[in-house]
C-alpha cells in the first residue's frame, strides 16, 4: 500500500543547531513528494516539493530535501534553525494509481534557546 | 498566488445543528479541491476529493449523508457537516490544485459542537 512515513514524532533542537527531519515513502513509481509546515491552529504552508530531476531540492525558509530512491527517503534539513521554525512538519507525496495526496504523521519540532 | 481561503476559521454549534464551512481558490481554478480532517496532534485525514461539477469520493469510513460536500465552480467548493455532534469536533482544512500541482491549503475551520 501508498505509505508515507515519519519515523521521529518529536524533535528538539537548540537554535542555531542543524536540523533533519526524516520521511520515507512507499510507492510503486516514484511519486511526487512534499513538505508541509503547521503552525498551531493554522493551515498548511508548502515548504518545496518533488516531481522529478535534481534530487536536491530547495525550498522556502532556508529547508532544503534530498530524494534518495535508493532509501526511499526524502528527508527535510536546514543548516541553522531559527526559534520561529518550531512547528509541525508533515511529509506527504501521490502518485501511483492516485492522485490522493497521503501524509505522514508529523513531526513536531521544537527549538531550544 | 494560490491562495485558498477558508470561512469561518472557528465555529461554535449545537448538537444537531447543521454547519457550512467555504473553500475558496481566490487567484486560481481548482479542478480538485480535498477536504481533510485534523485531531488534535494527529496528521491529516482525507476525507474526500471533489471535482468541479460533479459528485465528491468519499474516504472509506467517511458518512457522505453527514459531510456533505458540494463543488459547484471552479473556485468554490463546501462542506455541510449535517447534524453535527461533540464527535464531529475536529480541525477541517480544504485545499485546491490545478492538475497535478501542488496542494495549497486553506487556514482550516476549528469546529466545536456542544
Known amino acids: 500500500a501508498q505509505s508515507v512515513t515519519q519515523p521521529d514524532i518529536h524533535i528538539t533542537v537548540s537554535e542555531g543547531a542543524s536540523l533533519e527531519l526524516r520521511c520515507n515513502y512507499s510507492y510503486g513509481a516514484t511519486p511526487y513528494l512534499f513538505w508541509y509546515v503547521q503552525s498551531p491552529g493554522q493551515g498548511l504552508q508548502l515548504l518545496l516539493k518533488?516531481?522529478?530531476?535534481?534530487?536536491l531540492v530547495q525550498g522556502i525558509k532556508g529547508f532544503e530535501a534530498e530524494f534518495k530512491r535508493s532509501q526511499s527517503s526524502f528527508n527535510l534539513r536546514k543548516p541553522s534553525v531559527h526559534w520561529s521554525d518550531a512547528a509541525e512538519y508533515f511529509c506527504?507525496?501521490?502518485?501511483?494509481?492516485?492522485?490522493?495526496?497521503?501524509f505522514g504523521t508529523g513531526t513536531l519540532l521544537a527549538v531550544q534557546p | 498566488g494560490a491562495v485558498v481561503s477558508q470561512h469561518p476559521s472557528w465555529v461554535i454549534c449545537k448538537s444537531g445543528t447543521s454547519v457550512k464551512i467555504e473553500c475558496r481558490s481566490l487567484?486560481?481554478?481548482?479542478?480538485?479541491m480535498f477536504w481533510y480532517r485534523q485531531f488534535p496532534k494527529q496528521s491529516l485525514m482525507l476525507m474526500a476529493t471533489?471535482?468541479?461539477?460533479?459528485?465528491?469520493?468519499?474516504e472509506q469510513g467517511v458518512e457522505k449523508d453527514k459531510f456533505l460536500i458540494n463543488h459547484a465552480s471552479l473556485t468554490l467548493s463546501t462542506l455541510t457537516v449535517t447534524s453535527a455532534h461533540p464527535e464531529d469536533s475536529s480541525f477541517y482544512i480544504c485545499?485546491?490544485?490545478?492538475?497535478?500541482?501542488?496542494?495549497?491549503f486553506g487556514n482550516g475551520t476549528r469546529l466545536t459542537v456542544t
Open positions: 487567484d486560481f481554478q481548482a479542478t480538485t
Open positions: 518533488y516531481f522529478s530531476g535534481d534530487t
Open positions: 471533489s471535482n468541479e461539477g460533479s459528485k465528491a469520493t468519499y
Open positions: 485545499s485546491g490544485r490545478i492538475g497535478n500541482s501542488p496542494l495549497h
Open positions: 506527504a507525496g501521490y502518485g501511483g494509481a492516485t492522485n490522493k495526496l497521503i
